[in-house]
């Protein structure tokens, strides 16, 4: 750190306002040569040309890049989990780690948090221990004798910066006969649930195709016309039109038409 700051520092001062500074004890011990520069070397410089002069600007103002954009990455940090996922069986111990992106940045405290309820931390009790960070190991969560309560997503936070969190699955110990008979079970299920959707379905349309071949028998229509069965036919005896008025009933009196006036 101490060296980047003197190559900025290089890049703004001339030679002599280094020495000066190396001087007053902001560059010591062995930084004390790099930083105290002489008026001499950058005579040396001036006296190579233009071209040497041009090239020492862009290696002064390519430190100069450098220092600020590490002097900007040392304010933030990334927080790491590791591992991201874990699946284990009840009555296991499970181990988080929460691994910062600069590790020299000396002791820290961490917190974590379940499911990303952020309004109350994990604390230490009987089954969970939690780790802070220090110069020899990272900072961790140890969750003991696991049960099927303790799935979820696990975040830590490690100065004021969250992790990206690790899922923790906890399923519990099952017998492979008793496993083999639920799935032999849930196979017979399924088939009853079918079977009765097959009736569902069938039933209704062959109830239907059946009422409509009643209607059909019902009113099915005759194959001969019997309208006129029984019924006699007269003959007259081959006589016309024209002789029709002898057949004729005589009425027994005339018509007679009456006034309205007459009484």
């Not at 900025?8 to 040569?33: M, N, Q, V």
């Not at 109350?120 to 140890?142: G, H, V």
């Not at 002789?243 to 009933?249: E, L, N, R």
Request: glycine letters at 6%; one cysteine or more.
């Amino acid at each position: 750190m101490s060296v980047l700051i003197c190559m900025f520092l290089r890049s703004i001062f001339t030679a002599l306002d280094l020495h000066l500074l190396a001087e007053a004890g902001l560059c010591s011990g062995e930084l004390y040569s790099f930083c105290s520069l002489s008026v001499t070397d950058v005579y040396i410089t001036f006296r190579g040309g233009f071209e040497d002069f041009n090239i020492m600007h862009h290696f002064l103002l390519g430190f100069s890049v450098m220092a600020l954009i590490y002097l900007s990455a040392e304010g933030s940090i990334i927080v790491f989990q590791k591992p991201r996922f874990i699946g284990v069986k009840t009555g296991r111990t499970v181990i988080i780690y929460c691994v910062p992106s600069n590790p020299t940045r000396g002791p820290a405290r961490v917190q974590w948090f379940k499911n990303k309820n952020y309004q109350s931390s994990l604390t230490n009790d009987q089954r969970i221990t939690i780790n802070d960070r220090n110069n020899d190991k990272n900072a961790s969560i140890t969750l003991k004798k696991v049960e099927t309560e303790d799935s979820g997503t696990y975040v830590c936070k490690l100065n004021d910066t969250f992790g990206p969190g690790t899922a923790l699955q906890v399923s519990r110990y099952s017998e492979p006969h008793a496993v083999l008979m639920r799935s032999r079970v849930k196979d017979v299920i399924i088939f009853l649930q079918a079977f009765l959707l097959v009736l569902c379905i069938v039933v209704p349309l062959v109830r239907l195709y059946k009422l409509e071949k009643k209607e059909e028998a019902e009113y099915e229509e005759p194959e001969d016309d019997h309208i006129y069965e029984g019924l006699e036919i007269e003959q007259v005896g081959g006589d016309v039109y024209e002789d029709i008025s002898t057949f004729a009933q005589s009425s027994d009196a005339a018509w007679q038409v009456e006034s309205p006036c007459q009484e």
